[in-house]
């Protein structure tokens, strides 16, 4: 048995046989368990078809011996008939797509050697693998006249030559692993460890299989392509820039020509433009971005421009929202899109004169853990559009809607489950910021058979990012938290998105802060309510909510307990060793730390270590390339020299991302609520 599976089979004979406490084991049956994560299923990636009338999607569920979760394709007809697999398990499809007459779906699955694309006959249900590569495709499009799929890859280059000349090893000598030569600033990422040489380009290839063509090539990573109408040119997003490591939002939309691989940048400005989409009739070119200003946060907005790149325009200037995954219209006359509004992810269109029209509301439902915005739409040629729909009560099921007809969902692919279940009730709640008076919103999250008689333990959990926002959307670790007998207190304090730019930008070279104040006035709200124990205060988040976690026991000791989970202690260290070192020292401080110390220290959780009192327990992946475990590390030592109650739980092979396996999701919950209950005072 290997290590990960040993892990998991500890854990499992740990949550069988040890309550959190007398409510929790009275509960038992009824409530939502650590083990019902592993029941839990979701919709993703909804693909409508050309004509609307049907829908295949990609159906995950977790699988409690492989502690993943396999992915398969289902159809189901648009009237909620037919539902039914197209693949198995095993074979861990995805990225559905539609050929332009309907006939023909291609995607990518397992084959014998790894991943490659097939290709189904709709009426038939013959397959064939219509790639052999060495890599995995990803990024799927089929040419408007149905002959060939475009596809990125990564393209692997070798090593340079050594400028060391080391001794040949002898015959039956083992030195140990080999030496690793690093010469490039991003040489590691988050979630993928150390980066092999290469880049992401762009290929095509026969329908009906054959040798793929590369059409890009150089030191650049290209996104999915998108076709032009007549099928000779293809629209995707790069930063092909001499200088693209130390500016790496600098992208552009280009035309590259299917022909010959010619390709026109046809953006130019300094900033991040992509996602380009073309309108039916081959005219107009919509795309997203911002004039980078080196701000923390810079609301993503959506531009239109003529096919050659000419007659820039923005079209969204009245919406002080981020756009995403614009897609025009099946009339042509705009653009659909989706955005996030006080914690609300909702699909939208905008006319060309800046008019926006809400479609459907709750579009998310895939991060299953903490209820962050996450989803995914598709529009049909008639108008009619599937998305992924998720709420407080359930992850993500598949729903479709007209423009001016109410939506209708689809599946339920939960209420087996949760028709056992009693899940904790949540309710919305505003407040004033003690600092400025500033209005804030944010959610209560009620224990299941709630007594408001009776006075509760709080748990305030803090979302990461920063920049980024909690919402009415559904989320496993919280309901672990209130089926234990807690009630959580999630908001979205200054710094968060969803509320415009001005509102994110109140933490920009000023995080922590203020939103210190909009976290303990609205617990001060909470309390109010009359079921809160003011003495049984807990504080715990991850990332950004990690460093406000820290932060806030610095500050004051009301908390009984924390636990800082995945945080940054001390920002010096963070931005010369996270991935993607280019971006965090230009746009969250106003520059290098060596040319800023003071400023870096003055926002350092490291820097209050010295006020700490509360019993404060970390966590954190040791493969977390985003917030580096020594970050917790020093924050331990530093706590264990203080003489504070502290502990340090490392989770082995995990990126910043702790809870991607479920027995992780798992673990991370029982840490944090058996430190909880270990301070608990018993009444």
Known sequence: MNRSRIRLAVL????????????????????????DVFQLEWAADPQISPDGGRIVYVRRGYDVKSDRAPSVLWLINSDQSGQRPLTSPERRAGSPRWSPDGTRLAFVARGEDGAEIFVRWMDTGQEAMI?????????????????????????????????????????????????????????????????????????????????????????????????????????????????NETEP???????????????????????????????????????TGFDDRHQGYQVTKLYVMNRDGSGKRLITEKLDRDVENPVWSADGNGVCFQYDDRGDTKLATVD?????????????????????????????????????????????????????????????????????????????????????????????????????????????????????NYGDRFAAELQLYAAAGYVVFYTNPRGSTSYGEEFGNLIHHAYPGHDYDDLMSGVDAVIAKGYIDPSQLFVTGGSGGGVLSAWIVGKTDRFRAAVVQKPVINWYSFVLYA?????????????????????YMARSPISLVGNVKTPTMLIGGEEDYRTPIPEIEQYYAALKIRGIETAMVRVPDASHNIAGKPSNLIAKVEYVLGWFDKHRVRM
């Open 352 to 468: 060309l004169t800046g008019n926006v029209r809400v479609l459907a509301e709750h579009i998310g439902g895939l991060e299953l853990g903490r209820p962050y915005g996450a989803g995914q739409f598709t529009v049909a040629r008639d108008g009619s559009f599937a998305y992924t729909l998720g709420t407080v009560d359930h992850p993500a099921d598949l729903a479709v809607g007209r423009s001016g007809a109410e939506s209708r969902r689809l599946t339920r692919l939960n209420d087996d489950l949760f028709a056992q279940k009693k899940l904790g009730v949540v309710e919305e709640l505003g407040w004033e910021s003690s600092f400025d008076k500033r209005r804030v919103q944010g959610w209560i999250m009620k224990p299941p058979d709630f007594d408001a008689s009776r006075k509760y333990p709080m748990i305030l959990e803090i979302h990461g990012g920063p920049f980024a």
């Open 579 to 599: 991935d993607g070192p280019a971006f965090f020292y230009k746009y969250w401080f106003p520059g290098p730390p060596w040319e800023n110390q003071e400023h």
């Open 249 to 287: 939002q600098n992208s552009e939309v280009y035309a590259i020509t299917v022909a010959d691989g010619a390709i026109t940048a046809l953006t130019d400005r300094y900033g991040p433009d992509g996602g380009p989409a073309i309108s039916a009739d081959g005219r107009f070119i919509a795309y």
């Open 131 to 243: 790639t052999r590569v060495t890599e995995s495709p990803g990024g799927l499009a089929w040419s408007p006249d149905g002959t060939q799929i475009v596809f990125t890859m990564f393209v692997p280059q070798p090593d340079p030559p050594s400028f060391a000349h080391i001794p040949a090893m002898p015959d039956g000598a083992d030195w140990g692993p080999a030496i690793k030569v690093i010469d490039r600033m991003n040489y590691r990422a988050d979630g993928e460890g150390y980066l092999r040489r290469g880049h992401t380009h762009v290929f095509v290839v026969p329908a009906d299989g054959g040798t793929p063509r590369q059409l890009t090539d150089g030191d650049f990573d290209h996104s999915a392509p998108v076709w032009t109408p007549d099928g000779g040119t293809l629209l995707l997003t790069a930063n092909r820039h001499p200088d």
């Open 12 to 35: 499992i004979l740990a949550l069988l046989v040890r309550p959190h406490d007398a409510d929790a084991q009275i509960a038992k049956g009824d409530h939502f368990e650590p083990m």
